[in-house]
């Protein structure tokens, strides 16, 4: 019953994120709503899988409508080869062109998720956005980040760049059971964890906009009768915002 095993890592993994990080996710929260108080930009970033929590969030039942996914085709994960997303976010420059491209700017809400924290593009993006007055937070494995080297050129990891850092508690290489007679181990729990994690931010931030006197733009699911109507109310009033349509 392994499958058990990994639902239990899942959970215990979460509670302690949750309560270690609980402080740093209400600060982060409340710069999130900062940023949509004042008409600033919000973007989530992550790269292959990593960017699985970028899609979570965007365009989602539930979900503020002016988060905006940064979503670099070749780190997708139908990229083909998929190997190219390893080769891809190694890759000096390509980070800055995306910021750059994606009119990332000063004032905006920058999130990224990277469990490792190692590689190239998401803290060269973290760098720039940060020089440039973009509000930067993360998602990581500290755990993982501290067991591995930077492939940046500075020797930076992305908990050493961003505003923020918020750690998903993780182990080192994320898999976190172990099967007798398989010498890998299976079962990651960052997507899980991190899900949950980056949803609890986002009611956070609600909470405080509406705490405040803001009515946050938030869409309904469009299978629910009147949802199509109220997000396309959402659209039109958010468009300047909004820049995945």
């Not at 990994?6 to 982060?28: G, M, N, S």
């Not at 898999?175 to 991190?194: D, K, N, W």
Request: net charge negative; aromatic share 8%.
């Amino acid at each position: 019953m392994y499958g058990n095993t990994y639902l239990e890592t899942v959970e215990k993994t979460l509670h302690h994120a949750w309560e270690t990080q609980k402080e740093t996710i209400l600060a982060v929260a409340e710069k999130l709503a900062a940023t949509v108080r004042e008409g600033h930009n919000v973007f989530v970033f992550g790269c292959s899988h990593a960017g699985i929590l970028a899609e979570e969030v965007f365009y989602r039942t539930g979900g503020l409508a002016i988060i905006n996914p940064i979503l670099f085709p070749g780190f997708m994960l139908n990229t083909r080869p998929v190997t190219m997303t390893s080769k891809l976010e190694r890759l000096p420059g390509l980070g800055k062109i995306i910021l750059e491209e994606n009119h990332v700017g000063c004032g905006d809400f920058l999130l990224l998720h990277s469990v490792s924290g190692r590689n190239t593009v998401p803290v060269e993006m973290a760098t720039e956005a940060r020089a440039a007055g973009v509000y930067t937070a993360c998602i990581t494995s500290l755990a993982y980040s501290g067991a591995v080297s930077s492939r940046h050129p500075s020797g930076k990891r992305l908990f050493e760049v961003c505003d923020a850092v918020i750690d998903n508690c993780g182990i080192v290489g994320d898999a976190a059971v172990r099967l007798p007679g398989l010498p890998e181990a299976i079962g990651p729990t960052s997507t899980a964890v991190g899900a949950a994690l980056i949803n609890a931010l986002v009611i956070e931030a609600v909470e405080q906009l509406l705490s405040d006197g803001t009515l946050p733009p938030v869409f309904m699911s469009a299978n629910l009768d009147g949802g199509d109507r109220h997000n396309r109310e959402m659209f039109e009033k958010f468009g300047d915002h909004i820049f995945y349509q």
